[in-house]
């Protein structure tokens, strides 16, 4: 059972390394256009640690993404990201039981979350479904090679903070 | 699964529905989170610096033009200039028609009702590919306040304030599926509002609901603020009219608009920051 102190570190250096992909997005990606659209990274500085410290870490981990997201960002309802990180969190924790944590479980997740949150845009903007799917299709394709960097990050993060555990990610 | 559920599920439910009241109600109050005012602040040296290093890099690249496409450009702009005489020559006899038009459209000569402006860079376009923003390096210091109007160089319509921080603010362009504002028709007196749709803001487009469907609407008719309830100042362009459309049913028609100011081009705007109702 970890320390409060490894605990408290652990989690700061998770939040640290978000608040880094966070930066890298409101001072870089937001001003690139790929295919017509920006590249949204936020999803998976949410969800990919889920898939590494489990449902109730993750989870919260997610939570307090959400908040900060739906109050930097503008979405369709208030609360969009609350509600959609901490579950697409919970779902990819438990994904990541079978498949163990990764790349291939960081880009399912990233698939997932960006489903949710497409889901409840379609439902709110009611645009036509071509046009609607043409934009979430780029978007998904252009961040979803941003997982294999995020992925890293996180990565050594659990390596740095689990040394003494005997579970290791591929 | 289940014993997760059963043990922390509902403790991890009831702190994110918590959580999305408390957004909720937060988003109804009239001010910026203070997370997203410093946010704001703190960016906003940043969007000014990556803008000017995005411009420099873009003006060496421009500036590696050869001698040769320097001579053809020459070459076709000496053509082009004896096109141009030759149309000059044409343009003269339809002065009358251009100078009405020119009165509608001369911003600076005939609305000194609107004189209160506050010139503002642009600094960001849009943060999300679902919604179509322009961040601003002017805020409150500055006299703005949320909902001002927000003009290009020729008057026309961009958008409104729809955040604000203490250097920096958020305009809604018009193409946003956010917008919504009384319009007329220029030429017939028509009225109408002009809306945001999502579909056809992928094509810098918008819509205007509730013609009628005997309507006579032209390609090209212009398109401007009614200014009815006094909220925004009346007869600033919004854009003119592409395509009339019968909803289904055939009892009403919406009119799809090409919007005046061209959004993805727009360095420099104005905001106005109050105006006078001239009766």
Redesign the interface.
Known sequence: MPSRGETIRKWLLYGLSALLLAIVQLALLQRIRLFGVIPFVWPLLALIPASYEGPLGGGIFALACGVVCDLLLPSPIPCLYTLVFPLAAILTAFLAVPLRSGISCSLLSAVLGFALIDLVRFLTLRAYPEVFLSVAVRELLITLPLCIPVTLLYAAIYRRTHENDSRRPI | ?KD?FKQ?GIW?LA??AA??LL??A??LLPFT?P??DL?GIL?SP?RSG?GAV?DWFNERQTGRQTVQQLREENAALRRRLAEMEAAVRQAETDSDENTRLRELLNFVQRRRDLSDLEPARVT?H??????E?LTLDRGSSSGIELNDCVLDDTGALVGFVTELGYNWSTVTTLVD?ETSLGARVYRTGELGVAVG???LM?SGLMRMDYLSAESLLTAGDLVVTSGLGGYLPPEVVIGSILELRLDEGGASASAIIQPAADFDSLVQVFVLKSFEIIT
Do not use: H, P, R
């Not at chain 2, 849009?126 to 919604?131: E, F, G, I, L, Q």
């Open positions: 699964m997760f922390y991890i702190a994110a959580l999305s957004l909720a937060s988003s989170s997370l997203k946010e960016f940043i990556a995005a960001e849009a943060v999300t590919n679902w919604s923003t599926t749709d999502f579909s992928q």
